[in-house]
């Protein structure tokens, strides 16, 4: 299994910056991609951005020009760095890992896990 602990969320007036951190921990062989995601109250769940393990990227729209989303593969962290943030930018944030695991013995396989999430509000 793979655990996900995300931080760096808090409330944050219009126009403020966040940085949030995920970490990944467990019987890890491999993480390909990582992402954030988000969940405003009465919504579902949508991407906010991708990074694959070679570092190609991927925006939603609402949150290109403002949000970088990096890694550190030797740490097996993902981060975002939000900046500009708008009230519309609220909600519960979760980090998730596409990662191959080590299972009994040399067998490897391969699940998406997702983070506890971490809730960004923005005051507008």
């Known amino acids: 299994q793979v655990q996900l602990v995300e931080s760096g969320g808090g409330l944050v007036q219009a126009g403020g910056s966040l940085r949030l951190s995920c970490a990944a921990s467990?019987?890890?062989?491999?993480?390909?991609?990582m992402g954030w995601y988000r969940q405003a109250p009465g919504k579902q769940r949508e991407l906010v951005a991708a990074i694959t393990g070679g570092g190609s990227t991927n925006y939603a729209d609402s949150v290109k020009g403002r949000f970088t989303i990096s890694r550190d593969n030797a740490k097996n962290m993902v981060y975002l760095q939000m900046n500009s943030l708008k009230s519309e930018d609220t909600g519960v944030y979760y980090c998730?890992?596409?990662?191959?695991?080590?299972?009994?013995?040399?067998?490897?396989?391969?699940?998406?896990?997702w983070g506890q999430g971490t809730q960004v509000t923005v005051s507008s």
């Open positions: 467990g019987r890890i062989f491999s993480i390909n991609a």
């Open positions: 998730n890992a596409n990662a191959v695991i080590w299972r009994s013995g040399s067998s490897r396989s391969t699940g998406d896990y």
